[in-house]
């Protein structure tokens, strides 16, 4: 007998679904006070900022001379633009801010998991594989962190499983309704942001896995009025300025290009985007390449972990059809982006590493225990998975670097800088700074648009690209450094140096971590 039949519980399936959602709410809540903020960030709520209160959708936080045409300042083409329309939204009913931002994440976090319930009952009608399932998705660390970032990917991901929950759910009680509801759904996640199409093409092998006796032209046509309706907005947006859309696609790529194009790869195409999704969204990641410490290569048991249940569900599957699913799923999420996607930043790991955290579960959910020694094994694998991923995400509570880092960072960018100054950091510095003062993300620190700054932030990133332009951009190199040799440090917390030109602010050093700007 499996295990998922031997689970049993008194307490009613809502109230346990209600505790694991609770839990990941306690998670995430204290993730998204923690976190350090990120400039991509600010980079995605800028364009939903200036569409509220200055009625345009561009990007005006980032120099955009020699990264992205300046046709960005106008009209936003880098995403799809749904999320931005949903965070302007979102500001006007609850008001700005990074956390405000982040609590959109929350939610949608909420929603991917209570559609993972609904997507592992529908197709077991198990309570305790869909715990199981919803309780592993809720802790996997790339998932929480997710979740605590103001970026679109939750709101992607939370759409793309809601989409798949829909019709499973309802395609026995209505299939035109699932057909329907479930392809508006996917259609958002897409217009969110690219990574949506991997939902939907989850639901596409869905449909033909379960119904394809039931297609007919009427079905089809009720699931392409959706999408063609999504089509023809985003057309209509992209009809304002197309011009402005290639420039700032073929910029976007060539970024990505650059960012992930070193390294030995091979020449065949395919082959070349296998080895860097491997490379630089899991290796990395999970602690796999040279120089990660202890606690990351930690991360890469829960890969193996993950690795067993794809197989393990796989194999099962030749016993029980239904167990194919999540594999494929997580298959076709991983093709996608690994094909498809020129970024290979761990941002986007929630797409596949939730279907992965199924499958781990559907595979220890039914296997054959015929001892209590192999039920104990297997629920110490989900604890010691558990553990891992857990105190992942209370290490980054524990160190706080929002409160202990990034909140004294801003406190000494005030108090060294007037109200209308220009500071150039990080873009993260935005949600704190504007509308006071004017914040840019600029590497080359005005060398491209004359700009001189009143305050510099330096952060890790400004200091890896300084160092590159040593080579790339000699020009850029030398300005920047002669506005560092006769600028003075008055603030270094190890991870911030914030730089005063000496002729705007004489001062004295401030060290952090708790670096808290004079009385």
């Not at 650059?258 to 091979?266: I, K, V």
């Not at 590493?353 to 209590?372: G, Q, R």
């Not at 160190?399 to 150039?424: E, M």
Request: hydrophobic share 50%; net charge positive.
């Amino acid at each position: 007998m499996s295990l998922a039949l031997r689970v049993t519980s008194r307490l009613p399936r809502r109230r346990v679904t209600a505790l694991i959602l609770g839990f990941y709410l306690v998670l995430s809540l204290s993730t998204m006070f923690a976190v350090r903020p990120a400039t991509d960030e600010s980079a995605y709520a800028n364009p939903a900022y200036n569409l509220l209160y200055n009625g345009r959708m561009g990007m005006t936080v980032y120099e955009l001379r020699g990264y992205l045409p300046l046709s960005t300042a106008e009209r936003d083409y880098t995403q799809p633009p749904l999320y931005f329309l949903a965070l302007a939204l979102w500001y006007r009913i609850i008001g700005f801010g990074l956390i405000k931002t982040r609590l959109l994440s929350v939610l949608c976090g909420l929603l991917a998991l209570y559609s993972w319930n609904v997507i592992a009952w529908s197709l077991f009608e198990s309570a305790a594989l869909a715990w199981m399932v919803t309780g592993l998705v809720s802790i996997d660390y790339y998932f929480v962190l997710g979740a605590s970032q103001g970026r679109m990917d939750m709101m992607c991901a939370a759409l793309g499983t809601a989409a798949i929950a829909v019709y499973l759910s309802r395609r026995k009680e209505s299939f035109q309704n699932a057909m329907f509801w479930s392809h508006v759904l996917a259609t958002m996640a897409v217009l969110t942001h690219p990574a949506g199409l991997s939902y939907w093409l989850g639901l596409a092998f869905l449909i033909l896995y379960f119904d394809r006796r039931l297609l007919s032209p009427k079905t089809v046509a009720l699931a392409a009025i959706p999408c063609l309706i999504g089509g023809l907005s985003w057309g209509a947006y992209i009809a304002q300025d197309p011009k402005a859309f290639f420039e700032q696609t073929h910029g976007v790529l060539d970024q990505n290009k650059q960012a992930f194009g070193l390294g030995r790869w091979s020449s065949i195409v395919f082959i070349r985007n296998i080895q860097k999704e491997l490379v630089f969204r899991y290796a990395g990641p999970f602690g796999l390449t040279a120089g990660a410490g202890l606690a990351n290569r930690l991360k890469a048991l829960v890969l193996l972990a993950y690795a067993v249940g794809i197989t393990g569900t796989l194999l099962m599957s030749r016993r029980r059809p239904v167990l194919l699913v999540f594999p494929v799923l997580t298959t076709l999420s991983f093709l996608y982006l690994g094909l498809a996607s020129p970024s290979k930043s761990s941002y986007y790991l929630p797409h596949t590493t939730m279907s992965m955290a199924a499958c781990l579960a559907v595979f220890l959910c039914h296997l054959e225990l015929p001892d209590a020694r192999r039920k104990w094994m297997a629920a110490a694998a989900v604890l010691a998975v558990a553990a891992i991923q857990v105190s992942g995400v209370l290490y980054h509570i524990y160190q706080d670097p929002y409160r202990r880092s990034f909140l004294p960072a801003v406190a000494a960018v005030v108090h060294h800088s007037p109200p209308g100054s220009l500071v150039v950091g990080g873009g993260e510095l935005w949600f704190e700074l504007q509308p006071e003062r004017r914040v840019l993300y600029d590497p080359s620190l005005g060398y491209r648009n004359g700009l001189k700054p009143a305050i510099f932030a330096m952060d890790p990133l400004y200091r890896e690209l300084h160092e590159q332009d040593r080579r790339a951009n000699p020009a850029i190199y030398a300005y920047v450094q002669r506005y560092l040799d006769s600028s003075q440090i008055v603030y270094d917390d190890g991870y911030y140096r914030i730089y005063v030109p000496q002729s705007n602010q004489p001062a004295a050093l401030m060290r952090g971590p708790a670096g808290k700007p004079p009385a």
